[in-house]
């Protein structure tokens, strides 16, 4: 048995914002306030799934706060709303809170970090099918690279929360190319990293993780999928069947992690990123090739439609 977490009800909606705070040099967690009709939507918005923000209206910053890297980009025009998945989503009685972790890279997030209190943005959502959790798993890996960490917090929650009583193990691997390039508030001290809790908003949840990054500036040196494989080598009694792995990342290291679970006959689900600029499969613009059963044909499925999280094993990449 398997459940895909997706929603075929989606809106146009005011969303307000709650806080916008600083988390890091580039990192930013942005809290969202829903009610009434989104409000019930969004309280079945489920890990994976993603929503629209629009953007275009959105002050810049003052030119003291502009990074030097994002200087002649930050005039560009935002024609097209962003996709983005929550890294929280939170039930209070009549009202939903959604968590955005982003990260500032183009104009876009440049303009998100100037949203305050009370601010509303317009949202579009929920959109896409999430993951899926099979009731007969007992260990659940999450490997995240870079900016995917933000489904995979979500999914921690969830799986953590309401899938309590099938007391599934959780345990996470997280990956960056520096330690400045981690979307995390920091790292726990160096016992609690020495029992395996390196990430405190895993940890939050009493989830073990693992933190890899490509210069050795934290955790392990190298890869995340080469942590993953040596942790998957010392893992004695793990059972592949038995075993799921969930990865939202660089498409380079999401087709490291289909290898290994491929390699290993473990499942897989991966969460694909692509320019989406209409969210509801109209515009054509995110195609994923993937395979077809039983065939050497391949046929393009729709990132936001799709996807955005599909079985590691369809994926041409």
């Given at each position: 048995m398997s459940e895909r977490f997706s929603s075929s009800a989606k809106g146009l909606f005011k969303a307000v914002v709650s806080s916008n705070k600083q988390?890091?040099?580039?990192?930013?967690r942005l809290k969202l306030e829903f009610s009434g009709e989104a409000a019930k939507l969004f309280a079945n918005f489920r890990p994976g799934q993603f929503a629209e923000l629009d953007l275009c209206g959105t002050a810049l910053p003052s030119a003291e706060n502009?990074?030097?890297?994002l200087i002649d980009a930050a005039e560009r025009n935002i024609l097209l709303r962003r996709p983005f998945s929550f890294s929280d989503v939170t039930v209070d009685r009549d009202k939903v809170f959604a968590e955005v972790l982003y990260c500032v890279v183009g104009p876009a997030t440049l303009r998100m970090t100037t949203l305050s209190s009370g601010d509303s943005v317009?949202?579009?959502?929920p959109l896409g099918n999430g993951f899926r959790i099979p009731s007969d798993k007992k260990t659940a890996l999450l490997v995240a690279g870079g900016m995917?960490?933000?489904?995979l917090l979500h999914l921690a929650k969830v799986l953590t929360a309401d899938f309590r009583a099938t007391m599934i193990e959780v345990i996470a691997f997280a990956g960056a190319k520096t330690e400045k390039e981690l979307p995390f508030k920091g790292q726990l001290d160096e016992i609690s990293q020495q029992l395996g809790f390196s990430i405190p908003e895993f940890?939050?949840?009493?989830?073990e993780s693992r933190l890899a990054t490509d210069d050795g500036s934290a955790g392990y040196h190298g890869?995340?999928?080469d942590c993953l494989v040596e942790w998957l080598g010392q893992a004695n009694d793990l059972?592949?069947?038995d075993t799921v792995i969930y990865s939202c990342g660089p498409e380079a290291m999401l087709a490291r992690v289909a290898e290994i679970a491929e390699y290993?006959?473990?499942?897989?689900?991966?969460s694909m990123e692509r320019v989406m600029a209409c969210g509801i499969g109209l515009c054509q613009s995110c195609a994923v090739e993937c395979k077809v059963n039983g065939s050497n044909e391949t046929v393009y499925k729709m990132c936001c439609k799709d996807g955005p999280v599909f079985d590691s094993k369809e994926v041409i990449f």
């Open positions: 988390i890091g040099e580039r990192f930013c502009i990074p030097e890297d317009s949202v579009i959502g995917g960490v933000p489904p940890a939050g949840y009493g989830i890869f995340v999928t059972a592949a069947k290993k006959k473990i499942d897989c689900q991966v």
